[in-house]
Nanobody
Framework: QVQLVESGGGLVQAGGSLRLSCSAS????????VGWFRQAPGKEREFVAA????????YYAESVKGRFTISGDNAKNTVFLQMNILKPEDTAAYYC????????????WGQGTQVTVSS
């Protein structure tokens, strides 16, 4: 079945950077919208960023604009989330997800990778 795998999480000091990766098996990202979401303990999951792989349009939550950059590499079937100027409030489990372009629901989800930002 389709599998999304995130990597790149870890522990970083405030102000630092991390780069998350999301790769897929049995799914080609080329016609998908791939998004990143996060969930902190005791909080609801929230949207972080998304990219339409067919036209490279990107979308960001206000809280990460100017600090995070989402990009995709169709040749590698991988989506990246470059996170700069990290803040303690960015601490969460980060998940990538994919949906068909035009769909309202993300069909496929990864298992998540933990990002912890220390102050």
């Amino acid at each position: 079945q389709v599998q999304l795998v995130e990597s790149g999480g870890g522990l970083v000091q405030a102000g630092g950077s991390l780069r998350l990766s999301c790769s897929a098996s049995r799914l080609t990202f080329g016609s998908e919208v791939v998004g990143w979401f996060r969930q902190a303990p005791g909080k609801e999951r929230e949207f972080v960023a998304a990219i339409s792989m067919s036209d490279a349009n990107t979308y960001y939550a206000e809280s990460v604009k100017g600090r995070f950059t989402i990009s995709g590499d169709n040749a590698k079937n991988t989506v990246f989330l470059q996170m700069n100027i990290l803040k303690p409030e960015d601490t969460a489990a980060y998940y990538c997800a994919a949906k068909n372009y035009g769909a309202t629901i993300y069909h496929y989800w990864g298992q998540g990778t933990q990002v912890t930002v220390s102050s």
